[in-house]
């Protein structure tokens, strides 16, 4: 999402507290919240073997997380369909952000060590 873009329309926020009440009123809202902007952010780069900290504010940063959801869907093809309707209360409430509503699974088994 676009970071130097304000603060949601009201209209959107109403829209988010009804779509999450549904979805915690079906069992999938687990957890979610929203982020500070990356003024506040730290990071740590691992590279090479180091770590350094590096805070912020980043002026590169085109784009920036904004919040997090933790939902649960009994499958992929049900997860898809939520994700649409979030991304269409931003269209339809928010029409001038411009963002990318990513889904990703949890992975429940530990991934097999690779060599980076």
């Not at 329309?9 to 009804?18: C, G, T, V, W």
């Not at 915690?24 to 990071?43: K, S, V």
């Not at 499958?75 to 509503?101: D, I, N, R, T």
Request: glycine content about 12%; charged content about 25%; proline content about 4%.
């Amino acid at each position: 999402m676009q970071e130097d873009i304000g603060a949601p329309p009201q209209a959107l926020m109403d829209a988010m507290d009804a779509y999450i009440g549904d979805q915690a009123q079906g069992g999938h809202f687990l957890d979610g919240g929203g982020l500070y902007g990356t003024e506040d952010a730290i990071n740590f780069v691992v590279r090479k073997g180091d770590t350094t900290r590096v805070d912020g504010p980043y002026a590169e940063a085109k784009e920036v997380v904004g919040g997090w959801a933790l939902l649960q869907f009994d499958s992929v093809e049900e997860a898809v369909a939520g994700q649409l309707e979030f991304a269409e209360l931003h269209a339809k409430y928010w029409p001038e952000c411009e963002m990318v509503a990513t889904l990703r699974q949890i992975s429940e088994a530990p991934s097999e060590a690779t060599e980076a």
